[in-house]
């Protein structure tokens, strides 16, 4: 299939390029660099190297013998995607072509705006780029769990059916997000929802947890072919972060009393994920939506496994719970379905201490690029100053 990836230079995206191209797809991946550009700015970095996008795709073929092209540009210029959608004329779409980070979307006004003006204005110029150029695509965008909030009923896959008043209807399922970023993508979804409903056009919303891991297959090949894994209290994520924190000697950081609970999934079951969206593609005019995470824990309990993992290979790890610097539920119910991927064939590779060793030990291998100063949370959602 001809597979374009929207943000194909970013954590996920190098590695879903990489992925499908082994297999044998046409692969051509977009990015503006945006992501690179924003680390500059807070002053953070990815714990392993990562060489420029040009010099990726350099290698990946040395290697493999496959081409991946490259469109450089940004999806809040209609023109530039109105472009590259002419030029390469894709039969799927993966979307991953966003400002990702919760935090750094609550640092102030101008964040926030940013945050949203890029997801939901680039998303919006895809959508019509598709309808011009390929109404019959599928677009397999990355949305996220973080859409729906905590409600304290069981959270359904995109839909749920409503009795009111004698009547009943099957509704959008009711989000309650937790910060400007996770209301983007809800934004996102609405958008997408309305231009399968009214365009015939065909969409599928992965809302997808947390994901932590920092090699595939693919990223293994060499060392040039690494991907973003960031461990900072702004682009980092949870379980990433307990496994830096517990290398570097420094107490995991549960955020307040750290039973909030959250869907989790490796990456290389992402890239799983993914591709069975793609190969099943969603019916003209379907917005179709999946739970994108294989397991549920409390932070709490990550950062438990996380101590005993550190401790049988010889690491003094401490769990030191910290103010939270979020406003969000810390003890609540949290049952949300996830059946649609595997009804598909997923099949989940679970959290075991296995995985959580070879993390240990990879970070391990390059524990001299730490920067201890970047893995307390600074950004306060309520903050006082912006
Ligand atoms: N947390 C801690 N301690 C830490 C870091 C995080 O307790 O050191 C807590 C947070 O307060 C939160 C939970 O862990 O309750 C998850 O936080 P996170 O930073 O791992 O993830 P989040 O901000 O929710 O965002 C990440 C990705 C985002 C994706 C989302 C999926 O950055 O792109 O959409 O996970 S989800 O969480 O399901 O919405």
Known sequence: ???????????????????????????????????????????????????TLHDRVGVWEKITGKKIKMYIGDLTNERHVQKVFEDFIPEAIVHYGEQPSAPYSMIGNHSAAETQINNVVGTLNV????????????????????????????????????????????????????????????????????ACRTWGMRATDLNQGVVYGLETEETKLDPKLNTSFHYDAIFGTALNRFCVQAVADLPLTPYGSGGQKRGYLNIIDTLQCVELAVLNPAD???????????????????????????????????????????????????????????????????????????????????????????????????????
Not at 138 to 162: A, Q, S
Not at 313 to 334: C, F, S
């Open 1 to 51: 299939m001809k597979i374009l990836i929207l943000g194909g230079d970013g954590y996920l995206g190098w590695p879903t390029a990489m992925y499908f191209s082994r297999k044998g797809h046409e692969v051509a991946v977009v990015d503006n660099f945006n992501k690179r550009k924003w680390e500059m700015e807070q002053g953070v970095k990815p714990l392993l190297p990562i060489s």
């Open 127 to 194: 959508l019509f780029a598709m309808k011009r150029t390929c109404p019959s695509a599928h677009l397999v965008k990355l949305g996220t769990m973080g859409e729906y909030g905590t409600p304290n009923i069981d959270i359904e896959e995109g839909y749920i059916t409503v009795n009111h008043k004698g009547r009943s209807d099957v509704m959008i399922f009711p989000k309650r997000a937790g910060s400007f970023y996770h209301l983007s993508k809800v934004h996102d979804s609405h958008n997408i929802e309305f």
């Open 284 to 386: 003209k005019g379907e917005f179709r939506v999946f739970n994108q995470f294989t397991e549920v824990f409390s932070v709490n309990k990550l950062a438990d496994i996380v101590k005993s993992c550190g401790e049988k290979i010889g690491l003094q790890v401490k769990i030191m719970n910290i103010p939270n610097p979020r406003k969000e539920a810390e003890d609540h119910y949290y049952n949300p379905v996830h059946t649609k991927l595997l009804d598909l064939g997923l099949e989940p590779n679970k959290l075991s201490d296995v995985l959580i060793n070879s993390m240990l030990k990879k970070i391990i291998e390059n524990k001299g690029n730490i920067v201890k100063e970047i893995l307390l949370p600074t950004i306060l959602w309520d903050q006082k100053s912006n």
